[in-house]
């Protein structure tokens, strides 16, 4: 590219340029810095024959030249205690930043539905932190035996649990389970038990194989005694399942509550797959990166050697607010690295691509990671953590950073390439971009800090974070950049014209040439964009930005789907339980609401009418289950118990009928299997190990009792009535909270007759609101900041107007891609349009501050500005990018709608900026 030169008097800046010439000559040449740098405003441009000067500066510009021309001068200096620096912010963040990932943090405590959540942990705090193990497992029998076995385990290790919750195991329930069955169930039930009292009996005497065998060949040559046709054959074809299921070797247990209870009617044969949970409070240390890791870790160490295992037929999952938290760190933290690693190769690429120099790309990478670790230096004076929005610092300032590198590098390229000096090419690029890089930090500052006013305390400390990365990221550019290019000059090189810049000068002419049809074409973009706009959403549902591919937030989504309420439900604190049960009865009162339960629905209705059968059925069945047990049998007496059931099951073949068929079936399985000791003592584990503790827990429960509050267990007590006589009130929903249409008016329901209602669903729609405001009062506040401060800075209405112009098209764009890309916006990715007039300020604030000192647009788009532009604009993008590949789909979120908003502000900066200029007349007429 050819330069248009002014001839001027030599000015006493070009003083600084003859005393370097003059060290050099004295001294020798340094690092190949001096080169008779004739370089300032007076100096020679070598073979040019004529005195160059830069483009007029002001005061400040002069200020920066003059710094780096210090800089230049004690260069190794500089680099020490930039090396020094480093080093003490790796060990100041290695040894003070923490990561906070409770999202209720996010918002300020302030806020009244905060306040009112606070309200509740603070009555019930065991209802906090909480860790929810979920077991799966094919039948009733195996799930309650693995829980109650769990649970048992996680007691005994009080150092890493608080409390373990797992009512089911509670002898309150044992013994009074029957009385919270409707009185028909109840009644249903000891007439089966009643019919079924002489094969309980036979098997309390005898629970093994050759018990079970002797109740089976008596039942089938006497089908009208111990058990009528109709309910042996299910039995049997429960049996023979569980006979092929061995053979195959697939996990299966006879369940005996189902066959008990008559529960899964004429199901697999071995009961239908049972879940238990058991809700656990760990002790948290807040010391480490994972507060609930030790204790998440000791539940699976225990499930593992319960051998409660998927080999085995049975999963153990965890969920619950500790085990989100834990994979929502671990997911933040894989897509972090990810992107991290992603942003750095990509921004690599491109400043090869972009500078040209592999000198100059190491010079500005150098630069980048040292003020990356200053930055999370300055995140740990100034804040002290990260959470799980401002983790994201590192990605942006990695976009963010590099911009001011590459202009500034490629600046001092077009002055050295002009055929300035080393020294001289420093001041020039200082005295020339300083000015606009300033800028351009302080409005990128403005932008992330105008979440700071809110209470979104999430975004705020983001932008506080970040906002300090921009002062680092100025800072370390005109500093260690500067150093840098004096220890490790690029080889000077006289500039030609590529075909790229030729290109983009020819396209800047086709849309000076066309500018009105190019504005109006952005006019009919915009009001598209405008029409869309009220398409645009907001997701208020936190669950939408979790992984769903973590298995806390997949267990999370199996038991929603299994329980319509899932944890949608609206908590109330009430003064006593009086009130708590007069507050319930208005609340079932209302269309939203499902049920309101409290601490009173734990007393069983018509409880004397239960008592009466209850203690009938105990009259027929305790004898029975009294009587002595006679000890196990031994391998012998297993074949010969299998051999005597066979010939009866042979007999049985022989008539009609499903009891005919199930025989058969049966039969077949058994010799398939085989009569070997160890395979008939597996199938006696398989078939009757849980049913000693099934016919315990029958006794127990033919034990029941009245039941009043105060009998009610302390643990189940303390989850709905606090210590000082508070009450809690629990709200379920009658309608599905994913619709967002649906929360709000279960909200809203609920909240006119409790007004200070707190809860998942009021928090989500609270929160929601928060947010949408925060993003409202920080557009704001960045759009009339920036434009102040680039009014003031500029002087000019007609500049401040050619900046904003094609930001606010960028803006409505932005918006309609979000339209249209069906990419609402959430509480991630919020930060997008604030942020895009901080940050796409600077491209335009570079191409208009460099108009001014340009000939003609067609020759402004040949300088090094474009480029620098573009290339900017591109490591942004990139960096941006890589965010939308991360796994967890908040960040994800933020990257994709990042690198929208970027893309379509620098289209918008380099089609609608000139048009503009040209429509002003700004640049069209040559310089004297």
């Known amino acids: 590219m050819r330069f248009r030169r002014r001839a001027l008097p030599v000015r006493a800046g070009g003083l600084a340029g003859l005393a370097d010439a003059a060290r050099c000559r004295r001294g020798g040449r340094r690092a190949g810095l001096c080169a008779a740098d004739l370089v300032q405003a007076g100096a020679v441009a070598p073979g040019a024959g004529r005195i160059v000067t830069p483009s007029p500066g002001n005061g400040f510009s002069a200020i920066l030249a003059g710094w780096v021309a210090r800089i230049a001068a004690v260069p190794w200096i500089v680099l020490g205690l930039a090396v020094l620096a480093t080093a003490l912010s790796v060990w100041l963040v290695a040894a003070r930043l923490s990561i906070d990932t409770d999202t209720d943090d996010m918002l300020s405590a ?58 089911e195991g509670e002898p309150f329930f044992r013994r009074n389970g029957l009385l919270y069955l409707d009185e ?34 008596l039942a089938l040559d006497n089908a009208a005694g111990t058990a009528p046709p109709t309910a042996l054959a299910p039995i049997i074809e429960k049996v023979a399942a569980v006979t092929e299921a061995q053979k195959a070797g697939r996990p299966a247990m006879l369940s005996w509550r189902a066959i008990l209870t008559g529960a899964g009617g004429e199901g697999n044969g071995t009961g239908s797959s049972a879940r238990r949970i058991v809700v656990v409070q760990p002790a948290l240390d807040y010391g480490t990166l994972a507060p609930a890791g030790d204790a998440i870790d000791a539940i699976r160490a225990a499930a593992k050697a319960l051998n409660l295992t998927r080999q085995s037929g049975i999963a153990v999952r965890l969920t619950g607010s500790a085990p989100l938290a834990e994979d929502e760190l671990a997911s933040v933290a894989r897509g972090m690295g990810f ?6 190769s990509l921004v690599v690429i491109l400043l090869l691509w972009g500078l040209r120099s592999f000198r100059l790309m190491l010079i500005t990478m150098i630069t980048l990671l040292m003020g990356l670790v200053w930055t999370a230096a300055f995140a740990t004076l100034a804040v002290g953590r990260l959470n ?27 002055a050295q390439e002009s055929g300035t000096g080393s020294v001289g090419a420093l001041r020039r690029a200082a005295e020339s971009v300083g000015g606009s890089l300033t800028l351009c930090a302080a409005a990128a500052a403005i932008g992330f800090l105008s979440f700071v006013p809110t209470d979104y305390v999430g975004l705020a400390e983001l932008g506080l974070i970040a906002a300090g990365g921009m002062a680092v990221a100025l800072v370390a550019n005109l500093t260690v950049v500067p150093a840098l290019l004096t220890v ?12 790229a810049d030729e290109k983009t000068g020819a396209a800047a002419g086709w849309i000076v040439r066309h500018r009105r049809g190019v504005l109006a074409a952005a006019g009919l973009l915009a009001l598209g964009a405008a029409a869309l706009l009220p398409g645009a959403r907001f997701d208020f549902d936190p669950l939408n930005l979790k992984d769903p591919k973590t298995e806390s937030v997949r267990t999370l989504f199996d038991i929603m789907e299994g329980d319509r309420h899932g944890p949608y439900s609206i908590e109330v604190l009430t003064p006593s339980l009086d009130a708590a049960r007069s507050l319930a009865s208005r609340l079932e009162a209302l269309k939203t609401v499902a049920e309101a339960r409290t601490l009173a629905d734990y007393i069983p209705s018509g409880q004397e009418d239960k008592l009466i059968a209850i203690q009938e059925a105990g009259v027929f069945l305790l004898p029975s289950l009294t009587a002595p047990r006679r000890p196990p049998p031994g391998p012998a007496a297993r074949v010969t118990a299998v051999a005597s059931l066979r010939a009866a099951l042979a007999r049985a073949e ?28 597996s199938l006696e584990a398989r078939l009757l190990a849980s049913l000693p503790a099934r016919l315990e827990a029958l006794k127990t429960s033919l034990g029941a009792e009245p039941v009043t509050v105060d009998s009610l267990p302390e643990a189940l007590r303390g989850r709905a009535e606090a210590a000082d006589g508070q009450a809690l009130v629990e709200v379920y929903p009658a309608e599905n909270l994913r619709d967002h249409a649906a929360l709000r008016r279960f909200v809203a329901d609920v909240r006119s007759v409790a007004p200070r209602a707190s809860g998942t669903p009021v928090i989500i729609l609270e929160a929601g609101r928060s947010v949408t405001r925060a993003f409202v009062e920080a557009a704001a506040i960045s759009v009339v900041a920036i434009g102040l401060l680039i009014g003031v800075l500029l002087g000019r209405l007609r500049e401040v107007f050619l900046v904003f112009t094609p930001l606010t098209l960028a803006a409505l764009l932005t918006v309609a891609a979000s339209v249209l890309l069906r990419l609402p916006f959430n509480f991630a990715n919020v930060i997008v349009l604030p942020l895009l007039f901080g940050l796409g300020v600077a491209s335009a604030v570079h191409l208009v501050m460099r108009a001014r000192h340009q000939d003609a647009q067609r020759r402004l788009f040949r300088t090094s500005t474009p480029r620098a532009v573009v290339f900017s604009a591109l490591t942004t993008i990139g960096s941006f990018a890589s965010l939308g590949f991360s796994g967890h789909p908040g960040t994800a979120s933020m990257g994709m709608l990042l690198t929208v908003a970027i893309s379509l502000t620098l289209a918008c900066t380099l089609v609608v900026l000139p048009a503009l200029m040209a429509a002003l007349g700004m640049g069209e007429q040559e310089r004297v």
Do not use: C
């Not at 992107?339 to 750095?344: C, E, Y």
């Open 184 to 217: 028909a169930e109840l009644l249903a039930l000891t007439d089966r038990l009643a019919a079924a009292q002489a094969f309980i009996g036979r098997l309390w005497v005898d629970p093994s194989l050759r018990g079970l065998a002797a109740v089976l060949t």
């Open 654 to 681: 022989q008539g009609e009928g499903r009891l005919a068929g199930a025989a058969s079936r049966l039969d077949d399985a058994l010799e398939a299997l085989g009569a070997a000791p160890e395979t008939l003592e």
């Open 388 to 414: 799980l929005i401002s983790v994201a610092f590192a990605v942006l300032f990695i976009g963010l950073s590099v911009d001011f590198g590459i202009h500034f590098v490629l600046r001092f390229r077009e």
């Open 110 to 167: 302030e806020l009244p539905f905060r306040q009112d959540s606070r309200r509740i942990d603070a009555a019930f705090p065991q209802l906090t932190d909480n860790i929810v193990v979920v077991i799966d497992a094919p039948g009733d029998d195996a799930a309650d035996d693995a829980a109650e076995a769990l649970a048992a385990r996680l007691r005994a290790m009080p150092n890493l649990f608080r409390s373990v919750f797992y009512p």
């Open 339 to 344: 992107a991290g690693a992603m942003s750095l």
């Open 488 to 499: 490790l000059p690029p080889k000077p090189a006289r500039w030609v014209e590529d075909a």
